[in-house]
C-alpha cells in the first residue's frame, strides 16, 4: 500500500498536481507545471483571496529549496493559512539565479492552474521579497486587471539596472582605491569574486586610511555600516567599517563574481556603466556622507583627492542591447492602479531604504501607496509580526477602501499583538533564531544613488 501510494505521487506529480494530506480540511499541491514546480495551500475555510508569492533570485551557483516558500516567514505563512487565505508560489522554470522574467509567465500560469483545479479567486494580491519584491510589483502591472494588491517586502523597486550599477559602482571604487586585479564585468575568472574580497577584508582589518577608503566605496552603494539585525549600530569608525565589509564579501563582491556572471548571461551582455557618473553627486546623495567624513577626517586624509581619483579612473560602457533587456524585465513601472504596501528594514547593504524613492517618485497614484520602515539592520530582517502587520495593512485597504492608521506606534503595537512567537529574526551572525523588538519607525529616504 505504501508503494502504491508513492506510485500514485509519482504520476500525479507528473502530471503537475500532487494532492498532499492535510489538517482539518486543508489542502496542499505541490507539483510541475511547464517545467516550473510550485507550492499551493488552500485552507478549509479559504476566504476566497490568493496570495501569490515570488521569490528572490537565488545564487546560481547554490540549492534549490526543499520546498517552496510562500512567505518570507514560516509563522506568517501559518497566520495568513490559519485566517482562510489561500497561498501558491511558483519556483520559476529557472529557480536559481536571474530568473525575474521567468516570473511573469510562470506565476500566471499558476494562477490559471489555481482557477481550474481549485476554484476562481474573488481575489489577488501579488507578494514577494528582495528580487522577488520587483517580481511581484512588476507582475501586477503586467496583468492589472488580475490583482488587487501588492505587498512588497525589501523590494528591488529602483530596478534591477539601478542594483547592478550601485554594485559596479561600489566594486569600481574599491579597486580604483585600495587595488586588485579583479574584472568589473564580464568576469571569466572563477576566482575574481575571491580575488575582490581578499581586497575587502584587507582594507577592513587594515589601517585607518583603508577603512576610510573602504566606507567611501561603500557609501556610493548606500551600504550601511550595520550588519547585526539585534544589535544597534555600532559606534566605532573600525566596527562600521567591519559591518560594510561583511556586507561586501556575504553579497556585493557578486557584483563582480558568480551572479554577475548569470545576470550578463541572462541579458546577453553588461548592461551596466559609469561613464559620466559623478562620484562626488553620489557621495552628496549617500546617507553615509557623514560617516565617510568622519572615517576621512580621523584619518588624516583628504577626501576630495580621492574623489579626484575616481574621476580620473577609465570607465565602463554598457552593452545597450543588454541595458534594455534588465530595463524591460526587472524595472517597476510605479503604475498602482491597486493599493501598494511596501516594507523594508532602514539598514540594508544589499537593497538599500532608498530603493523606496524612484518608485514613490514615478508612482502616478500616489495615494495608494504605504511605505513601511523596520529600524534594523539586515536584508528582509522582518519578523512575522511585523511581515503580517504589512499584509493586514494591505487588506484592510482592500476591505474598507481606506488605509488604517500607519504610524509607528500603531504599527507596533498591531504587531506586538501577534505575540512574542512571531518576533524573531534570523541571525546571520550566529546562524539562528533571535528574538528582538518590534521596530517600525518614521524613515525620510535618501534618493537613490543611482
Known amino acids: ?26 489542502r496542499s499541491y505541490v507539483g510541475v507545471l511547464d517545467g516550473a514546480r510550485y507550492r499551493v495551500v488552500v485552507p478549509a475555510n479559504w476566504n476566497g483571496t490568493l496570495v501569490v508569492w515570488s521569490h ?34 511558483s519556483g520559476f522554470r529557472h529557480v536559481l539565479g536571474w530568473s525575474i522574467a521567468d516570473g511573469y509567465v510562470d506565476q500566471i500560469r499558476l494562477m490559471d492552474w489555481f482557477s481550474v483545479n481549485v476554484g476562481a ?90 577603512q576610510a577608503k573602504l566606507a567611501l566605496a561603500n557609501a556610493l552603494a548606500d551600504v550601511p555600516g550595520w550588519f547585526d539585525p539585534t544589535k544597534p549600530r555600532p559606534t566605532s569608525i573600525a566596527e562600521q567599517v567591519s ?18 556572471t548569470d545576470m550578463e548571461r ?8 559609469n561613464i559620466g557618473v559623478d562620484y562626488r ?17 580621523a584619518a588624516g586624509l583628504d577626501l576630495s583627492t580621492d574623489l579626484d581619483r575616481l574621476a580620473a579612473a577609465p570607465r565602463i560602457a554598457p552593452d545597450l542591447k543588454a541595458t534594455a533587456y534588465l530595463l524591460r524585465t526587472s524595472q517597476p513601472f510605479a503604475e498602482a492602479p491597486w493599493p501598494v504596501v511596501g ?8 537593497l538599500p531604504i532608498a530603493n523606496d524613492t524612484p518608485y514613490a517618485a514615478r508612482t502616478d497614484r500616489p495615494a495608494n501607496l504605504r511605505q513601511l520602515a523596520v529600524d534594523r539592520a539586515g536584508h528582509c530582517a522582518l519578523t512575522a509580526s511585523e511581515e503580517i502587520t504589512a499584509f493586514q495593512t494591505l487588506f484592510d485597504r482592500m476591505d474598507t477602501g481606506r488605509w488604517p492608521a500607519t504610524d509607528p506606534d500603531g504599527l507596533n503595537t498591531r504587531a506586538r499583538a501577534l505575540g512574542p512567537e512571531t518576533q524573531v529574526v534570523w541571525n546571520p551572525l550566529n546562524h539562528d533564531y533571535e528574538q ?13 544613488p543611482r
Not at 343 to 350: E, Q, S, W
Not at 439 to 446: C, D, G, K, P, Q
Request: net charge negative.
Open 1 to 26: 500500500m505504501r508503494r502504491t501510494g508513492v506510485l500514485i505521487s509519482t504520476v500525479l506529480a507528473v502530471l503537475g498536481l500532487v494532492v498532499a494530506p492535510a489538517d482539518a480540511g486543508q
Open 56 to 89: 528572490g533570485t537565488y545564487s546560481p551557483d547554490g540549492q534549490e529549496p526543499a520546498e517552496l516558500s510562500l512567505t518570507s516567514q514560516p509563522a506568517t505563512e501559518d497566520w495568513l493559512v490559519g485566517h482562510g487565505y489561500a497561498l501558491a508560489a
Open 121 to 210: 479567486p474573488r481575489r489577488v494580491v501579488s507578494a514577494g521579497a528582495s528580487a522577488g519584491g520587483a517580481t511581484a510589483t512588476g507582475l501586477a502591472e503586467r496583468s492589472p486587471g488580475r490583482f488587487g494588491g501588492v505587498v512588497t517586502e525589501c523590494g528591488m523597486l529602483a530596478g534591477g539596472l539601478a542594483y547592478w550599477n550601485s554594485g559596479l559602482d561600489l566594486m569600481f571604487a574599491v579597486r580604483t582605491l585600495l587595488g586588485g586585479d579583479f574584472a568589473l564585468v564580464k568576469p571569466t575568472d572563477p576566482g575574481n569574486e575571491d580575488k575582490a574580497a581578499a581586497v575587502i577584508d584587507a582594507a577592513a582589518q587594515g589601517t585607518p586610511q583603508q
Open 243 to 260: 559591518a560594510m565589509s561583511i556586507w561586501d564579501t556575504a553579497v556585493r563582491t557578486g557584483a563582480v563574481g558568480v551572479t554577475r
Open 266 to 273: 541572462w541579458a546577453g551582455g553588461n548592461p551596466t556603466w
Open 281 to 297: 553627486v553620489l557621495l552628496a546623495r549617500s546617507s553615509e556622507l557623514a560617516f565617510v567624513r568622519q572615517a576621512y577626517a
Open 343 to 350: 516594507i523594508r528594514d532602514t539598514a540594508d547593504g544589499v
Open 436 to 448: 528582538v523588538p518590534t521596530a517600525f519607525t518614521r524613515h525620510v529616504s535618501v534618493p537613490y
